[in-house]
Each structure stands twice: as C-alpha cells, then as structure tokens.
C-alpha cells in the first residue's frame, strides 16, 4: 500500500532538489495570511516523480499541504500552466468528481520564485500497476469500475455552469488535434514511416460525425488518481496539466490504451483473464461507460483508438528527436524512435481489423 499526497507520485517523498529549492520562510509567512488555519512550523519535502511541474509536501503540526510550482528557468507559453490546473481543481469542487481542495493560487512569482498553488493532501493508494496486483477479484472489479464512475461523472460536468465553458476550444477537436500532432511529427521526423503518412492523411479524412464536448482530463488513468487507503474508490483525480475541453471519446479511447499496447509507463492489460482476475474486459468497461453516459454504444471505436495511438506516436517520435539532437545514449533514443513506429503500425492494424480501408 502506497501513502501519497494529491498531486504527488506514491511514496517517493525525499528532500527538495537544489535546483527547486526556495525561500521556505518567505512562503510559510505568506500561507500564513493566505489560508485560514495555516500555522508553522513547515516542513518542505519533495515528490521524485517525473511532474513537469515541481511538486512538492507541506507538513505542519496541524495538516499537510501540497504544492505545485512552475520549474524555474525560461518556459514555454503554452507549458506548466499552474494557473490552469488550479482553475479546474477549484471548479470540479462544485461536482460529484473527487478532487483535491484547491486552497490558494499565488501568481506573484516574487514569493517563491515562479507562480504556484496549493491544494489539500489527500491520503490513499496510488495503483500503478493496471493489473492491481495484491488486490482480490472483487476489488479490481469495484476499483475498475469507481475509475470509469469518475471519468463518466468528468464527462458530465456542465463546464458553462462552473465556469470552465472558456476552458478550451469548443468543437472540431479531432481535427485541430490531428492537424496539431501532424505538425509535431512532421517537425520531429527523422526518416519515412510509412504508417504515419498513411494515418496523417485517413484520420482527418474519416472523423466520425457528431461533435461532442467536454471536459477532458488528457491523460486520465489509474496511476493519476488517488484510491481510498483500503477501498476500491477513487478520492481524488490528479495532474490536470493536459486538461482541456475536447471529445470525450478521446479521454476515453486513451483510458484504454492499456488493454492494446504494453507500455512501460502505463503497463499493460493485455492478455489478462478477465473472469479470473476481476478486472472488466474492454466491451464491459464501455458498456459500463455508455450507460452512465447514456450512449447507446461506441459506433467507429477503431478511429478512437487509432486516433490515441497516432497522438502517442507523435509525442514517442518528438522525444526519439529530441533524444539524438540532445545525443542521448543510443540505447534510449532507439527504444522510443522504435515505440512511434510500433504505434502508427499497430494504429493501422487496428483499423484494419475493424475493416476500415487503409
């Protein structure tokens, strides 16, 4: 069983790194007048995991707090935006999906350095693993289906009722996506992939009719969420860095990229007994979906699944590229040159398999 805090990465907790480090007496005076209750003595430790934005504990005598920052140094526009993460932490506060208490935004980079926030700690399980080892038949069953209870409630959310219908571009989101990660693979491209080209030019082709919206998380999965300390319930949903609003069935088609690919960051379901273990197969998780959606099934599931192979493709060719500019060994720049080729050529497959002519 992991202890984690909301927003941080298991039990992975160690000192700050030198390179995060901050005036901790200047931030403990400052959440002193900006959340009520807040008293020191603070101590400040640091999650390891990889976050693109620093993530960090606040303990006192009475609670703990988490913090998130930007990274220090110069950033992209577009990258680490805190602000963001924090203003939809605060809205889903008003709705039934679990999330940490946002407690205060600071955007005066003179506190600490760079804009931050800090939300409530939240104590449970972070379950890395998709194939839940060291739990029963019945807790996976239950923990499977409180992920898809959340990701259903997510998709339900009237954004324009909490204040997230500015959140992101309403509307043709496969086609803004397709053309957005055509772009980025084009830019990172190192040789021919056959399989690219061809999903380059059918997916924008081929995006089925009916242009849903939502608030989508990005990158929802088991390890970005916090399970009770011992039920098979989801507390709180975290790193909302990719959040937008966009079509569901994207969240979801990723949310199920573990049941097609063996992936070392996102594990693995595939060739799992379902009867066995307890964890739905793939048509019961969506039609656990589609019911509490009101969706009477998932007509063209194979461009969904495509599409989300395509856009990891993408980003595996974009580090492939960066890995031999930055001369990165070898070793790691072919594995994931080898992963964006492996995923366009299992994107192609699977709309093969579905009969679709590519």
Known sequence: MVVVAAGGQGSDIGAVREAHRFDEARLATY???AIPGFAG?????????????PTFLLTTPARRYVLRKKPPGKLLASAHQIEREYKVIEALAKTDVPVAAALVLCEDAEVIGTPFYVMGHVEGRVLRDPQLPGLSPAERAATYDSMNDVLARMHSVDVNAVGLGDFGKPGNYFERQIGRWSKQYEAARTGDVPAMDLLMAWLPANIPAG?????????YRLENTICHPTEPRILAVLDWELATLGHPLADLAYNCMPYHIADPTMGSLKGVDFAATGIPSEADYLAAYCRRTGRDGIPHWEFYLAFSMFRLSSIAQGVYKRGLDGNASSEKATMYGAVAVFLADLACQTLRDAGRDI
């Open 211 to 219: 242009d849903d919206v939502s608030l989508v998380h990005g990158d």
């Open 31 to 33: 959440l002193e007048g």
């Open 41 to 53: 003595p603070m101590e400040v430790t640091q999650f390891k995991g990889g976050q693109s934005n």
